[in-house]
């Protein structure tokens, strides 16, 4: 079946550690994007990339890498920078030449203990 | 940066009544797409408003999208408890680093029986 499969969906990590969300899409879609999604603050984005070996910042990319180095993968690393990472992430991936709708995976809980 | 802001943040009603909910932003858009949240779910995407379209309908939904006032909205008609989930609204802009979508908080509809 086709669409977006991020993993994993429940993770813990403690304080100083570096953890990285993987993101996979068979759509062949052009972009990739993360989200970061808080209680009440709606969806945040982190970084989104509309072409292999290339990414850009979002609003809240500080603690934060990527790398998109397949077009089918876009992993997040989320590392002890981040000075709050306890939330949930969302990874979408669109047809920059469709109708620009997003799709997006069920979504990766971390909290850090 | 948000630009997106739903309101009303929350929404109680009962089953057979309508649901509106009204988006509002801040600078020039490419397009205005809504969009559903399950409870710990993903995004789905509902329907999708393009900057030149002043109404559009898809089945119990229907949007409205007033450039001059930067706002929309989101009538769900006939609502079912199955409706209950939290609504976005996402601004397709441009920006130096090309597209992204901008989501806002979203609004919380509870539909009970």
């Known amino acids: 079946d086709g669409g977006i499969t991020q993993s994993p969906k429940y993770l813990f990590r403690k304080e100083g550690q570096n953890v990285t969300l993987s993101c996979e899409q068979n759509l062949n879609h052009d972009a990739m994007y993360w989200y970061r999604q808080d209680p009440g603050q709606g969806l945040r984005l982190i970084y989104y990339s509309q072409i292999v070996n290339d990414f850009q910042k979002g609003d809240i990319a500080e603690g934060y890498s990527v790398s998109r180095e397949k077009k089918e993968s876009f992993p997040l690393t989320v590392t002890s920078a981040q000075k709050n990472p306890t939330a949930f992430y969302l990874c979408a991936s669109r047809s920059l030449a469709g109708t620009g709708e997003l799709f997006f995976g069920e979504g990766s809980r971390l909290t850090v203990l | 940066s948000q630009q997106g802001e739903e309101d009303p943040q929350a929404l109680s009603i009962q089953e057979g009544e309508n649901a509106t909910m009204n988006c509002s932003y801040k600078t020039s858009i490419n397009n205005l797409q809504w969009y559903r949240q399950n409870s710990g779910r993903g995004l789905v995407h509902l329907i999708l408003?393009?900057?030149?379209?002043r109404e559009k309908h898809s089945g119990r939904l229907r949007v409205t999208l007033d450039t001059s006032k930067k706002s929309s909205s989101l009538l769900i008609t006939a609502s079912r408890a199955a409706d209950t989930a939290s609504y976005f609204c996402?601004?397709?802009?441009?920006?130096?680093?090309?597209?992204?979508?901008?989501f806002g908080k979203g609004t919380s509809l509870l539909v009970t029986p």
């Open positions: 408003i393009r900057s030149n379209e």
């Open positions: 996402a601004t397709d802009s441009y920006s130096n680093s090309g597209y992204a979508l901008n």
